[in-house]
């Protein structure tokens, strides 16, 4: 049985195929190509308050960008980890078990200050 | 029953109620950290040619390192789509629907001029 | 007669070929380490409200990574633009003219909404 | 007598003033959207190759797209340094007096592994 991640890897995994775009799928290309995406969904962001930016799913229009933007990020990371070999939930639960060791919830209680969060 | 993805988002949001980092986790804040990890990702792979950064793995310290800055960006991926309320699989999905409407394999055969892959 | 930004783009021109380092210096390398020098300003500003952000130099550590992060990424800067061919001071110029014309003072005051500034 | 980098923050000021835009051009907003900004220079050149990228200015269409991407880039850089009063010049030279004393020529001549280039 595959994952859900794993069933959008192998679907990006057959659309490059498909179009013989594996050659410029080369981790280089796709890390720039993530990057890309990311500021596009910065630009969406970028001259909101934080708290205009806790309510922009109320706006259908917004709501639409911010969700097309972030599939285009899954998209480029989900290939990117399929073409590196790297398991992505493996992976960011090996940095949470360190986030657990490393930022003590007592001690780093309310404070961005003395550590950046989940870093 | 839950999937990975669903795992990982519930375990962020413990990870950050337990610190009192919700406050921190606005979108905006999220997308700049999103940003900043990505930062990271192209640092290791800049000066690398395409073709070397298709062998990275094969160097242990390299690969642990590649490891953990995707493990960051998917880290940070997933906590601001569970914050906006995004399914990130379903939307890629939607993407993926329309990258087959939008790039006919026949047409895009081998092309990255025509259109840039998967956008 | 040199400007200021001339002699720095002679400086780092100077710089990569002492090292031999102008084979690295490809337009595609150099913007990936751009993007990389902003990731991590944007580190430094990622939890900090707006105001706080404001306040930022007031701090003479802060001061000092910001003055750190913002010299990278202008030395990366200049050195493309210096490798493209690329007078940044007019490119500059020709866009404040566009965003004159396309950005009427009294349409667009007070407005984030109507049109990004400065786009 | 000014600068042209002077005379540039000067005019951005102006067009920021009329406008009653200095309310958004906090260092946060303004560094997610220099962020933006080199996302779409990413985005220029991420399926190229790097000697493809090093021929890039000679295709009329991609060379303005360059310069008007750089131009983005640079406004935004010469706007954030203004409002944070870092002077981009005398940082880069810092900068570069110190890549000087780290990265001897004659033992990093012609290599990336040992050192990235100018960090």
């Known amino acids: 049985m595959t994952t ?9 995994r057959d659309f490059a195929a498909a179009r013989d775009w594996e050659q410029f799928h080369t981790p280089k290309n796709l890390a720039m190509a993530l990057a890309g995406e990311v500021g596009e969904l910065l630009a969406e962001l970028q001259w909101l308050t934080p708290e205009e930016s806790a309510r922009v799913m109320r706006d259908p229009e917004a709501a639409g960008r911010m969700r097309s933007e972030l599939a285009d990020v899954a998209v480029y990371l989900v290939r990117l980890a399929d073409v590196l070999g790297v398991d992505l939930i493996e992976a960011a639960h090996a940095k949470l078990d360190e ?21």
């Open 4 to 12: 859900a991640l794993e069933d959008l890897a192998d679907r990006l």
């Open 99 to 119: 986030g657990e060791r490393r930022y003590d919830a007592d001690t780093y209680r309310g404070s961005a200050r003395k550590a950046p969060p989940l870093q």
